[in-house]
Structure formats: C-alpha cells, structure tokens
C-alpha cells in the first residue's frame, strides 16, 4: 500500500522559514511524479511545485519561485518542501502527492490525475 504522511507545518511570521517533509512508503514505481499543493479556506487547490524523479525536473509556481525549493530524498524516500520569505499568502493547508505519470503530464495543472495524497499540514504565516 502507498501511503504519504507530511509534517513540519506551523505558525510562523512573514519573512520565516519552514521546511515541509512527506514521508513516502509502499512501492509505486521508479519513475514518479510527486508534488506540493495547496488550499486556503475559500480558495481553489493550488500546484505549488511539482518533482519528477527521473532527471530531477521540477516545476514551481511563478508565487513561490525564488522563495520555494521542492527536494527529495532517495534513500529515505522523503518529499520535502523548503519554505523561505514566507507570506501570509502562504497560509494554506498543504498536502504532497504523487502518481506514476509520464513526464509531460507532471505539472502544477493536472492535480486531478494525482492518486495518492497524504493528509495535509497546515502552514500560517502571520504579518
């Protein structure tokens, strides 16, 4: 069985840090894709940035470039999400998933095609 768990979430103020980590078990396939989403109360899931583990291509959305970095480690076969010059925009609950996908289709728009998600973690940024 696969299954995803992410930690690390809080409360921080604009301008801080915080590093997400989705730990992966269960066997999927050896070329993934894996990604961050998110959604606030009221808003529409949004892709943050997505991984795939062939080549190590990874896609930000314009909001977080620059301030986000999406890594993973393949031993431990973790997910993280490295979370610097937060916003309170930020604010969101933000779940990782993943899905055997062909490259192409590894992209911030296609959240809908992901099969496994964890059970969110919830990030506030305060002004």
């Known amino acids: 069985q696969v299954k995803l768990v992410e930690s690390g979430g809080g409360s921080v103020q604009a301008g801080g840090s915080l590093r997400l980590s989705c730990e992966v078990s269960g066997y999927i396939d050896s070329n993934v894709c894996m990604g961050w989403f998110r959604q606030a109360p009221g808003k529409e899931r949004e892709g943050v940035a997505t991984?795939?583990?062939?080549?190590?291509?990874?896609i930000y959305a314009d909001s977080v470039k620059g301030r986000f970095t999406i890594s993973r480690d393949n031993v431990d076969d973790t997910l993280f999400l490295q979370m610097n010059s937060l916003k309170p925009e930020d604010s969101a609950m933000y779940y990782c998933?993943?899905?055997?996908?062909?490259?192409?289709?590894?992209?911030?728009?296609?959240?809908?095609?992901?099969?496994?998600w964890g059970q969110g973690t919830q990030v506030t940024v305060s002004s």
């Open positions: 998933a993943a899905e055997v996908l062909p490259p192409t289709y590894c992209t911030l728009d296609n959240a809908q095609l992901f099969g496994y």
């Open positions: 991984l795939y583990t062939r080549g190590d291509s990874r």
